[in-house]
Every structure is written in C-alpha cells, then in structure tokens.
C-alpha cells in the first residue's frame, strides 16, 4: 500500500474592495444602488452613536451590562443587508445595529438591556424574524441549522443567517453546527465577527489555524475571509453566501476580519489585556470613517449632509431613552415572573405565583418592613 | 383493546401524529437505518413509511439534534427528536437546559419552542454506567421543561400524542426493558393529559410513589404483601413536572405511609422532591417516617451480578414498607 497525497482544493479567499482610507477597487465594485449606500451609512452611524449612549446609560446605573458592537457596524450590517425580510437572522449577542436593522426598535434594547423580557414584544409581528440573543457562546448556530432544516421542509427559498465571534469556533457547538449544515446541504450562512478578542482572549490564542474561514473546507463547505471594516466587500461576500444557500447549494462560512473597539461587555476593562497602541491601529482602519471618505468622493454625502444625520440619530436615541425609560416605569410588577415559563400556568407555578402575591400584599399592608 | 409492547406504543403514537400532523417530523442517531431490525423498537417502520424528509438520520451530534429540534421548533415545526441513552442528555444539556426551557421566557411569550426530546433510560442490560444512568432529577430541576416517565404502552401512547401537541419543551423518558412488555392498548385514539398521576393499584395501608420501569416492582410487591393482608397503594407518578399533587397526596392521607421508589440514584434523586411536598402539604397525616427505595450513590454497575443489586426490587421494597407498618 502506498502513501501518497489526497489531492484537495484547498483556497480561502480574502475580499476587500474599499480601502482604510475610502479609495475604491472598482473591478471589485458591487455597485449597489445609491439608497442601500445612504441606509448602510445611517445605520451604521446610528450603531456607534447607540452604543456611545448605552455606555453612558449603564455608566450611569440606568440600564445593565451590554455587549457594545462599535468597530463592527461594517460587518454586522453589511451582512444583514444581504437578506430578504422573510430570512432568518440568528444573532449572537452582539449585533444590535444588526438587530435595529431588521425592524427592532431603539427602545426593545434599551428595555432589554435594563432587564425587561417585555423588550422582545414591542416589535411588530410583521418585523423579519430574528431570535433573540443567545448568551452560552455559539449555541445560537445550532438554533440556525434546525431554522435552515424547517425552512427546506417546507420547500420555502429561505435563507438563515447567524452570527458569532472568534472565539465561538473554539466551542463544540460551532463543528456540529457546521457539520450538521455541510451534511444536510443547509441554508445558512455562518458569519464570523472575527473581532480579535474573545474577552481576554486574543485570537492568536484561540487556535492554531491561520485563518477562521479555512475551518469550512473540513465541513465541506466553502470559506472567505473579507475586511470586515470594509462595508462594501462584506455586502459582496455574504450576497454571494446567501445566493448560494438560496439556490439549494448549501452553506458557507463568512470570516469578517474586524475589531472591538470597546470593551466586551460593560463588566470588563479591556486596558487589562490590550494595549492602547493596538487599539489605535484599528482605529486608523474605522469602517465608519472610510465610508463616509467613499461616499463624500462619490458626491452621494457632503460634510454638512452628515452632520445633519448625526443630529437626527441623536434626536431618534433620546426619544427612545425616553419612551424605553418611561415604559420600564410602568413594568416590573414582580408576578410577571411567573408569565412565560411555559405556555400555560401549570399548577406549582401557579401556588408559587399565589405565594409571591401573598407576600406582596403582606409588605403593602405591614407599611414596607 | 388491542395488546402492544410499549416499543410498540410508542410506534404507533409517532405514526399516528406524522399523519395528523404534517409538521411532525423525527431525527435523531440510528432512527430511520437502525442498527436493530427489532419491530418492537420505537421508531421501527417509520423510514420506509414516511421518507427520509420526515424521518432523519443525523451525524452523532447530540447538541446538534437538539438544536436543531429548537430551530426548527422556533420556525413553527413539531420536532420529536431521539437522544440515544440519557446519560447523552449531558451532551445535549446546553440546547434543552439553556435554549428549549428557556427561550420562550425571555421572548417573552413570543416564541414558542413545542419539542420532544425522548431518551432511553434504565439499567438491567450490563451496558453500564455511560449508558445507564436516570437523569430525570435533572430535567426536573430545569424550570421550562415537563418530564415524563411512562409505565405501560397505554401511558406511552397516550403521553407521548400529548406531549407531541403541548407547546411546551417535553422530555419524554423511556425505560429501555419496558419496550418489550406487553400491556393492552386501546384501539381509539386516546390522549393522556400530561401531569396527572394514576393510582395503579388500590391499598389502604402505604403508599408507594414510583414511575417508569420501577411500576412494575411495585405492583410485584403489592401482589405479595396482599398475599399478607398488606394493601399496598401504588401511585404511577407518569409525569414528574409538572407533578400531580393531588393524587399524591389523596394517597399519603388515605394511608398516612409513604415509600418513595425511582430506578436513579438517592442524593438529589425526585424521591426528595415528593418527600418534601408530603412532609410541607400532609405531615399531620403522616403515621411513620416515610422511606426512599432507590439505587445506591454509585455508577450504575456494568457486571450482571452487581447490577442485579443496584436496582430496586420488590423485596427492597416489601422490606421499607415493613419497616413502616
């Protein structure tokens, strides 16, 4: 028996069409229509302003720990852009401007964010499905395969997209995710926000492999990696994802190749584990700031055009803050608690619910001892 | 009335809502192209009758069949999935524990994740401990989960059409020997609520709460100590959560002694849950301490001879009643 070489294709391709500093490779162009550009723009300004606000909230004690996406505007909404409104975007949980831009509002995050499971229905019925944020890192992707499996079930041309970081390739929920998709052919698209850091964990710690895209190939699936601050190249390589999983050809893994420009959530301090001189590398290549160069060269924004955009994101945020603000006044009645563990009230929810009650009306009436 | 096994039971059970229901469908390792060509086995027949678009053979991937039961539950299908044995429960735990149970809770009611998960369980076959081990203390424990442990084909069927149609996560544990026990079945279509106990056997002097395979011990003993004018009530818990206090406890104040009887391990076992219902709701009943009758604290034992002793019997049984009468 001889030892010879399998041979196998074996070819990750890296996408970027728009510099750090805007200029544009126009072989590379997707040309898409001068409206996406303007509401890719608007929605990523209004994802880092968003965040800006959040931190300032949760600094000031008015809403809990958040997963900030400043840096990744460019990844998460060029991705997104992609979809019909009858997909499926599967998130992990650091895709709000994302999420806002499938129809969730301001004030759902917000409410969310201060706690409030209430946030999930304030959005229309009608919104484009999305599931809600899934903490347990990764296990969001599995959710997303058995998406995909009922969406072919019913013979519909619908497509899944999920997000997860560098760090979820290290869990066993991202292979079987990936497995399961590339054995039933799945319609799904693994998106990738390689943002470098899975909290303190650097990427060139989290595996050995150079690239996260090449991780397709074992799966039998195809891999690119893209310049994840680069809008345009993002909107260009997940077209090309979703196309494919629509068309019945199965999946794909999108590494985006970006940065966290804030902390992981709001418990940490990322000047523990980073420098500041990194940290300033990346913000040379902002995918806010070389789109907006792009658009301006294009004649499509002026400078007094964005500050007016600006104004009018910090309008649309304080008017959620208020309103989200003002709702959580009228919630928390402790009784919801016992609302949406299961569809009905079974019977020892029920005798819990009435001893909550009881006790309640015990602390009215004994003046609050 | 027609006689099955509960293999057979449940058989029918999953071919009876396929048909009502074309959003039902099956996945799980080894369930369409089974190792075992057995007729009695659960999902026998079902492959060739339905395709393999309705009946999936998956990769072995625990936490992707239960994923992909969420997913596609979520997206308004009707999963009845198949986790081999219960230990592999742990393999799957993140989906059920962290996603199924509690999904619909922070969605705020506004998804809606209806799924089976049905698991083997039981020991008595030497396939020892990774096998072999009862864990439905643990899906009890879970908040967002009903748990059910069938005794007789009637109860499989029944229990399992329902858990089918309930919008609610239901992990559905089979005991392995049951499959092959005969039982009558009714010919109609019959649906058992989930979370009602039934009393298996009248008796005016203890007690005895059990489920699943540990039905049949206790009848077995029942039968004995009548031989000694000993009437012994065996309450069929059938579903653990949500769990039926009623019964449980029309019982304990009937007979005022208690024995709890499960196959699983002791500490942490449901035998404390039931124990600590009694003592909050019927103690002034109670005429003696109450006793658990369980397996020991140990892995479940791969040696015929050892595992013979791990589990309950009828004689472990008889001799905690009597040390309560």
């Given at each position: 028996?001889?030892?010879?070489?399998?041979?196998?294709?074996?070819?990750?391709?890296?996408?970027?069409?728009?510099?750090?500093?805007?200029?544009?490779?126009?072989?590379?162009?997707?040309?898409?229509?001068?409206?996406?550009?303007?509401?890719?723009?608007?929605?990523?300004?209004?994802?880092?302003?968003?965040?800006e606000?959040?931190?300032?909230?949760?600094?000031?004690?008015?809403?809990?720990?958040?997963?900030?996406?400043?840096?990744?505007?460019?990844?998460?909404?060029?991705?997104?852009?992609?979809?019909?409104d009858?997909?499926?975007?599967?998130?992990?949980?650091?895709?709000?401007?994302a999420?806002?831009?499938?129809?969730?509002?301001?004030?759902?995050?917000?409410?969310?964010?201060?706690?409030?499971?209430?946030?999930?229905?304030?959005?229309?019925?009608?919104?484009?499905?999305?599931?809600?944020?899934?903490?347990?890192?990764?296990?969001?992707?599995?959710?997303?395969?058995?998406?995909?499996?009922?969406?072919?079930?019913?013979?519909e041309?619908?497509?899944?997209?999920?997000?997860?970081?560098?760090?979820?390739?290290?869990?066993?929920?991202?292979?079987?995710?990936?497995?399961?998709?590339?054995?039933?052919?799945?319609?799904?698209?693994?998106?990738?926000?390689?943002?470098?850091?899975?909290?303190?964990?650097?990427?060139?710690?989290?595996?050995?492999?150079?690239?996260?895209?090449?991780?397709?190939?074992?799966?039998?699936?195809?891999?690119?990696?893209?310049?994840?601050?680069?809008?345009?190249?993002?909107?260009?390589?997940?077209?090309?994802?979703?196309?494919?999983?629509?068309?019945?050809?199965?999946?794909?893994?999108?590494?985006?190749?970006?940065?966290?420009?804030?902390?992981?959530?709001?418990?940490?301090?990322?000047?523990?584990?980073?420098?500041?001189?990194?940290?300033?590398?990346?913000?040379?290549?902002?995918?806010?700031?070389?789109?907006?160069?792009?658009?301006?060269?294009?004649?499509?924004?002026?400078k007094?055009?964005?500050?007016?955009?600006?104004?009018?994101?910090?309008?649309?945020?304080?008017?959620?803050?208020?309103?989200?603000?003002?709702?959580?006044?009228?919630?928390?009645?402790?009784?919801?608690?016992?609302?949406?563990?299961?569809?009905?009230?079974?019977?020892?929810?029920?005798?819990?619910?009435?001893?909550?009650?009881?006790?309640?009306?015990?602390?009215?009436?004994?003046?609050?001892? | 009335?027609?006689?099955?096994?509960?293999?057979?039971?449940?058989?029918?059970a999953?071919?009876e809502?396929?048909?009502?229901?074309?959003?039902?469908?099956?996945?799980?390792?080894g369930?369409?192209?089974?190792?075992?060509?057995?007729?009695?086995?659960?999902?026998?027949?079902?492959l060739?009758?339905?395709?393999?678009?309705?009946?999936?053979?998956?990769?072995?991937?625990?936490?992707?069949?239960?994923?992909?039961?969420?997913?596609?539950?979520?997206a308004?299908?009707?999963?009845?999935?198949?986790?081999?044995?219960?230990p592999?429960?742990?393999?799957?735990?993140?989906?059920?524990?962290?996603?199924?149970?509690?999904?619909?809770?922070?969605?705020?009611?506004?998804?809606?994740?209806?799924?089976?998960?049905?698991?083997?369980?039981?020991?008595?076959?030497?396939?020892?401990?990774?096998?072999?081990?009862?864990l439905?203390?643990?899906?009890?424990?879970?908040?967002?989960?009903?748990?059910?442990?069938?005794?007789?084909?009637?109860?499989?069927?029944g229990?399992?059409?329902?858990?089918?149609?309930?919008?609610?996560?239901?992990?559905?544990?089979?005991?392995?020997?049951?499959?092959?026990?005969?039982?009558?079945?009714?010919?109609?279509?019959?649906?058992i609520?989930?979370?009602?106990?039934?009393?298996?056997?009248?008796?005016?002097?203890?007690?005895?709460?059990?489920?699943?395979?540990?039905?049949?011990?206790?009848?077995?003993?029942?039968d004995?100590l009548?031989?000694?004018?000993?009437?012994?009530?065996?309450?069929?818990?059938?579903?653990?959560?949500?769990?039926?206090?009623?019964?449980?406890?029309?019982?304990?104040?009937?007979?005022?002694?208690?024995?709890?009887?499960?196959?699983?391990?002791?500490?942490?076992?449901?035998?404390?849950?039931?124990?600590?219902?009694?003592?909050?709701?019927?103690?002034?009943?109670?005429?003696?301490?109450?006793?658990?009758?369980?397996?020991?604290?140990?892995?479940?034992?791969?040696?015929?001879?050892?595992?013979?002793?791990?589990?309950?019997?009828?004689?472990?049984?008889?001799?905690?009643?009597?040390?309560?009468?």
């Amino acid at each position: 028996m001889p030892r010879k070489t399998i041979q196998m294709e074996k070819r990750i391709d890296y996408l970027g069409i728009l510099d750090a500093d805007g200029k544009l490779d126009a072989k590379l162009d997707p040309d898409l229509p001068k409206e996406l550009l303007l509401k890719l723009h608007r929605a990523m300004v209004l994802g880092r302003r968003f965040d800006e606000r959040l931190l300032n909230l949760q600094r000031q004690g008015r809403i809990g720990t958040f997963a900030p996406i400043s840096g990744q505007e460019a990844s998460q909404l060029g991705a997104v852009a992609t979809l019909r409104d009858d997909d499926w975007m599967v998130p992990s949980f650091r895709e709000t401007a994302a999420e806002i831009w499938r129809g969730r509002s301001l004030e759902s995050v917000i409410l969310a964010y201060g706690g409030f499971n209430e946030a999930a229905t304030l959005d229309p019925e009608d919104a484009p499905p999305t599931l809600p944020v899934a903490v347990p890192v990764g296990s969001q992707m599995l959710h997303a395969v058995g998406i995909a499996w009922a969406m072919r079930y019913r013979r519909e041309d619908r497509v899944v997209l999920t997000f997860f970081g560098d760090g979820a390739t290290s869990e066993g929920d991202f292979h079987e995710a990936m497995n399961f998709a590339g054995v039933f052919q799945s319609p799904v698209v693994f998106l990738c926000q390689n943002n470098q850091w899975a909290i303190s964990v650097p990427r060139s710690k989290q595996t050995r492999a150079r690239t996260l895209a090449q991780k397709a190939l074992a799966y039998g699936m195809p891999g690119i990696q893209v310049d994840g601050n680069d809008v345009l190249a993002v909107v260009a390589a997940v077209a090309e994802a979703v196309e494919r999983a629509r068309a019945g050809d199965g999946p794909t893994l999108v590494e985006c190749v970006t940065y966290r420009m804030m902390m992981h959530t709001t418990a940490d301090d990322p000047k523990r584990y980073r420098s500041d001189e990194e940290v300033e590398g990346w913000r040379a290549k902002d995918p806010i700031k070389r789109f907006e160069a792009y658009l301006v060269k294009r004649k499509l924004l002026t400078k007094p055009g964005i500050a007016k955009i600006e104004e009018e994101i910090q309008g649309q945020i304080q008017q959620a803050v208020e309103g989200a603000e003002k709702r959580m006044a009228s919630l928390g009645d402790p009784l919801e608690m016992f609302a949406h563990a299961y569809a009905e009230l079974p019977p020892h929810l029920e005798a819990q619910r009435e001893e909550l009650a009881a006790e309640l009306r015990d602390s009215r009436e004994g003046g609050g001892r | 009335m027609q006689t099955l096994r509960m293999g057979q039971a449940i058989n029918q059970a999953l071919r009876e809502e396929m048909l009502r229901d074309p959003d039902v469908f099956l996945a799980g390792e080894g369930i369409g192209v089974g190792i075992h060509h057995s007729p009695l086995l659960p999902t026998a027949g079902l492959l060739k009758d339905f395709g393999a678009g309705r009946v999936k053979d998956t990769p072995v991937s625990e936490a992707a069949i239960a994923g992909l039961a969420v997913g596609a539950a979520v997206a308004g299908l009707r999963p009845v999935v198949e986790i081999m044995f219960n230990p592999f429960f742990t393999l799957a735990s993140d989906m059920i524990v962290n996603h199924a149970a509690k999904l619909r809770y922070l969605s705020g009611g506004k998804s809606s994740f209806p799924l089976v998960v049905r698991m083997k369980s039981g020991a008595g076959f030497g396939a020892g401990c990774q096998h072999s081990h009862n864990l439905e203390a643990w899906a009890a424990h879970c908040p967002g989960l009903k748990v059910v442990m069938p005794s007789t084909p009637a109860d499989a069927k029944g229990l399992l059409k329902s858990a089918i149609r309930d919008p609610n996560p239901v992990i559905f544990i089979e005991d392995l020997a049951l499959y092959f026990v005969p039982g009558p079945v009714p010919e109609e279509e019959v649906m058992i609520p989930i979370g009602q106990a039934e009393v298996k056997r009248p008796g005016k002097d203890v007690t005895v709460v059990t489920w699943s395979k540990m039905v049949g011990v206790a009848l077995e003993a029942a039968d004995q100590l009548a031989r000694e004018n000993i009437g012994m009530e065996v309450v069929d818990l059938r579903t653990l959560v949500p769990m039926d206090k009623e019964t449980l406890l029309a019982s304990v104040r009937k007979t005022g002694r208690l024995v709890v009887l499960h196959e699983a391990t002791r500490t942490g076992g449901f035998a404390g849950e039931v124990a600590a219902v009694v003592m909050e709701e019927a103690f002034a009943h109670l005429q003696a301490p109450l006793r658990r009758v369980t397996g020991p604290d140990i892995p479940v034992p791969a040696s015929p001879p050892l595992e013979r002793f791990y589990l309950p019997s009828a004689e472990k049984l008889m001799a905690a009643v009597r040390e309560i009468l």
